[in-house]
């Protein structure tokens, strides 16, 4: 006899249970209706533990996505998304909009033509995406892939020219929905979602439209998209995009609210550089050289962590594999500092005690890392204008493409001080010059969440290194309204021992002539990162209000981070690191 027939699903699949395994086919036919058809299979019982690892092939790069413990980052600090995808990978019902710099929607992992971008019904079918009539009545013409707020047009397409700038928008979009497990570049958070891209922008990235126009892009989102994911800010308040923000919250989602993303913004003092280094066959030397400039004046700059990595912007490689850190007060074997034109103290080691006197201070270590040692130039008093210190690495064979990537703080106040790095052939000669630091990079202490994130129905979202640390440039500051804290979550991004890997415009164009770029990071990655779990969560249940999806997010939070959590927050982390698979436990237990 039937046991029990249980679990309809709406795919027609039914799990059955028979006493007598022989009979189930007979049986189960001749209880079907006519017409239908019945296959079946066995339902073994066995203990499972799912990682669904997905194939592409720089998967292993994302360790925001799945961090193994890559070039000494912690392992498992990622949002634990391997074990999500094994309930769902997302949706394509449930839509991204990608508030940026444009979206390359020609790109193979992101392409219009294959269903990664939201299609407008009212604007397709018939000749409607190109017959220069607004056949929706939504006042935009032709908007069937999203629009073009900047240049009122239905193209959201970036800026095509080979700059890092407007390949912002597509950095993040890759991030939130790359295609995954199709054999190439990257996995996306929320890789089965749909992204509507929402250009903000000119061309060039640099440019932005009025408050007015902000505000109509934010309600235009709010219209199709059920996750709204901005990695911009820094204007003033405006009533705008205060109320968009307001509209996206109440109306989105069919009156559910849909959740408004926004980074916290970058600010403060350490920085992670990466300069490219082409050598011919040979030998070379580094050498960080700082001089102050003919007005005088210095200001103290820092050093650390400092790393080659190959060609292929990730792998870490010899000869002072994986970095120099400067721990336990020593400098590395082969590395020396040279002091010239009056310099007396430049370049020493230091602990991070602050020295009496200093009116400015590298207030900071660099957070991302355990370090307590760095490597700083400062001298006390009036270093004399052209008096130089240089720190220079030991000589190395180098032949062809590396990047070099280190840690730096400076707070060089004078234009014509110089700090540049550059590779010295066997003479001591500069045979390129790699790269500038740029002057007054320290920029204070206002470390204040951003405008439009700290709006009080913004949802703000901080950045966390791969090795669970404060990454320095992740603004965290409360909000004027003590009931509102200026962070909601955070997300993994870099200025630890990794950057985020994501998509660049496909080709020439972009950051690089590749499809992938591995230099992004602050808090513009952590931002889609974070909307990626909510765009996962929203697609195992759609029917969550804003606030239940809130809720779920926050509980999912990990409290990680070296600092204490009160009543379940942290000053640099608000609620912790995002969490998918925690996420959908919560979720789980609530419905
Ligand atoms: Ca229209
Ligand atoms: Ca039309
Ligand atoms: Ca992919
Ligand atoms: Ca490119």
């Known amino acids: 006899m039937w046991k029990v027939p249980c679990r309809p699903r709406q795919d027609n699949t039914w799990f059955v249970s028979y006493l007598d395994p022989i009979a189930i086919h007979s049986r189960a036919r001749d209880r079907l209706p006519d017409g239908k058809t019945w296959s079946g299979q066995a339902n073994f019982l066995h203990e499972v533990e799912f990682h669904f690892i997905p194939n592409d092939t720089q998967f292993g790069q994302q360790q925001y996505l799945h961090n193994t413990g890559q070039n000494g980052a912690v392992a498992g600090a990622d949002i634990q998304v391997e074990n999500a995808w094994d309930i769902t990978t997302g949706k394509p019902e449930v839509v991204i909009a990608i508030i940026d710099t444009g979206v390359d ?3 193979p992992e992101l392409d219009f033509t294959k269903g990664k971008i939201f299609i407008n019904p009212g604007e397709s079918g018939s000749g409607r995406e190109t017959n220069g009539i607004d056949d929706d009545g939504n006042g935009y013409i032709d908007d069937v892939n999203g629009w073009d707020f900047y240049s009122q047009d239905n193209n959201p397409r970036p800026g095509l020219i080979p700059e890092a700038g407007p390949a912002h928008g597509t950095g993040t979009a890759g991030i939130a929905a790359a295609q995954g497990n199709n054999s190439q570049g990257v996995a996306g958070v929320a890789y089965g979602c749909r992204i509507l891209p929402i250009k903000i922008s000119s061309d060039g990235g640099t440019n932005f439209p009025s408050d007015f126009n902000l505000g109509r892009a934010i309600r235009y989102a709010a219209d199709y998209a059920d996750v709204l994911s901005s990695s911009w800010g820094g204007a003033a308040q405006s009533d705008a995009v205060n109320s968009a923000i307001d509209y996206a919250t109440t109306s989105g989602r069919n009156a559910k609210g849909a959740p408004p993303f926004f980074s916290s913004g970058n600010a403060k003092s350490w920085w992670v550089y990466r300069f490219p280094i082409n050598a011919a ?3 070379y030397c580094l050498s960080f050289y700082f001089q102050v400039g003919p007005s005088g004046g210095g200001g103290p700059v820092a050093l650390d962590n400092i790393s080659l990595l190959a060609e292929d912007e990730y792998t870490y490689l010899e000869p002072f594999f994986p970095r120099v850190t400067f721990e336990g007060g020593i400098i590395p074997a082969g590395w020396s ?6 310099a007396t ?11 009496p006197g200093e009116s400015y201070i590298p207030d900071k270590q660099f957070h991302g ?3 307590t040692w760095c490597l700083r130039a400062w001298q006390p008093g009036s270093p004399p204008p052209g008096s130089w210190a240089e720190f220079r690495s030991p000589y190395m064979t180098l032949n062809g493409l590396y ?6 703080f400076n ?8 700090y540049q790095v550059r590779l010295l052939d066997t003479q001591g000669q500069v045979v390129q010059t790699l790269g500038s630091m740029k002057q007054g990079a320290y920029n204070g202490n206002d470390d204040r969440v951003q405008y439009p994130a700290i709006y009080a129905n913004s949802i703000a979202i901080g950045a966390i290194t791969d090795n669970d640390r404060y990454p320095n440039y992740s603004r965290y500051w409360l909000t004027l309204n003590p009931a509102v804290t200026g962070l909601f979550c955070v997300g993994p991004s870099n200025e630890g021992w990794n950057d985020v890997t994501t998509l660049d415009i496909a080709g020439q164009n972009g950051q690089n002539g590749g499809n992938v770029r591995h230099y992004f990071g602050g808090t513009s990655s952590a931002c889609p990162c974070v909307a990626g779990v909510g765009a996962l969560i929203l697609s195992k249940n759609s029917e969550l209000t804003l606030q239940q999806l809130k809720d779920a997010l926050k509980n999912g939070c990990e409290q990680v981070g070296d600092e204490t959590y009160v009543d379940g927050k942290a000053l640099h982390y608000g609620y912790g690191r995002a969490n998918a698979y925690r996420s959908f ?3 789980r237990s609530q419905t």
């Open 403 to 408: 990047w070099l990537r280190f840690a730096e």
């Open 369 to 371: 890392t355990p370090s």
């Open 585 to 587: 436990t919560v979720i």
């Open 105 to 107: 929607i020609d790109h």
């Open 411 to 418: 707070n060089i106040f004078t234009p014509d001080a110089v």
């Open 337 to 342: 500092v040279l002091l010239g034109g009056g």
């Open 281 to 283: 066959s040979g030998s």
């Open 345 to 355: 103290r430049d370049w020493a080691l230091w602990d991070g005690t602050v020295v």
